[in-house]
Structure formats: C-alpha cells, structure tokens
C-alpha cells in the first residue's frame, strides 16, 4: 500500500479538523472561566458586529444548529447580556442588541480568543500567519460565506475562534 494512503498527515482535511479540534477544546475551556460556551461566545460577538442580527442569522454564519443557537442566546437573554426587539416591519423576526454588562463580557472574551490565537500561532513567522489568514479565508469564502462578516468588516480582527 501506498504510504500517502496510509498517513492522515498528508490529507488536508485531516489536519483541518485537528487543528479545529485542539482550538476548540482550548476555546472551550478559556471561556469557561466566564461562564460562556462557544455558541454563546459567537452569539455575542455576532450581536457586537451586526446589533439587529437575529438568532437564525448567527447559527448560519456560525455553522451552528438553530437548536444550539437558540438556547445559547436564550442563555444570553436570562443572564442580561442581550435582549431581543421585534423587528420594526417583520414580527416574526426577532432583532438581538447587547447590553452594556453584554459587552464587557464580549470584549474580554475577544481579548481572551486574541490571545489563544497569538499562543496557537506563535510557531509561525508573521508573515508565514498572514500567508494562511489569507488561505483560510478563500476556502471559508467558498465553502461557507456566509461565515464571513461583511467585506468592509475582514480587515478588522474578528475575535471569533
């Protein structure tokens, strides 16, 4: 048998899906410390970018369920962090704004994802890091760009793991 056959390593979706998998876990556990999951975290860096963004616009451009989304804002809403608004010409729409408790937590936990990337990425050269920023986001912009935030938003650090 070949050995490119055997080894994962040479397939890219292999080592996608564990870099994703080592930086979700840390993710995960950094924002446990305030009391956050990441559906929440994206929940309220999304409502940060885009006040008005509804709960089924986050889970799409967050590959997230509508299920995990819902409960995550729910989540959100009790705690005081966001508050939802009918939509001014559609009442079936429901428009999330965060609060101002709402976004000191989404700023510490955008410091907090900062500072995982600097950490995961520090192995790499800048220029090597821009090289697959850069990549990254042609792919994402084929497979799913309805992940990515408007154009005039990608120059922006997003803070989103």
Known sequence: MNRTHADPSTRMGYLAWQVVHVMGT????????????????NALQHVVWTPGISAA????????TPQSMGAAV????????????EHPSNRRTVQLTITYSGAKLADRARKLVERLDTEA??????AERAVIHSLLLR?????????????????????VA
Request: glycine residues 6%.
């Open 26 to 41: 840390r993710l995960e556990r950094a924002l446990r410390s305030l009391d956050l999951t990441a559906a929440q975290h």
């Open 57 to 64: 616009e986050i889970a799409r451009r967050t590959g997230f």
């Open 74 to 85: 729910n989540a959100l809403v009790d705690r005081g962090l966001l508050v939802r608004r």
């Open 121 to 126: 990425l520090a192995v790499l050269a800048p």
């Open 139 to 159: 792919v994402l912009a084929e497979l799913n760009p309805d992940a990515l935030p408007p154009s005039d938003l990608r120059g922006a650090d997003s803070g």
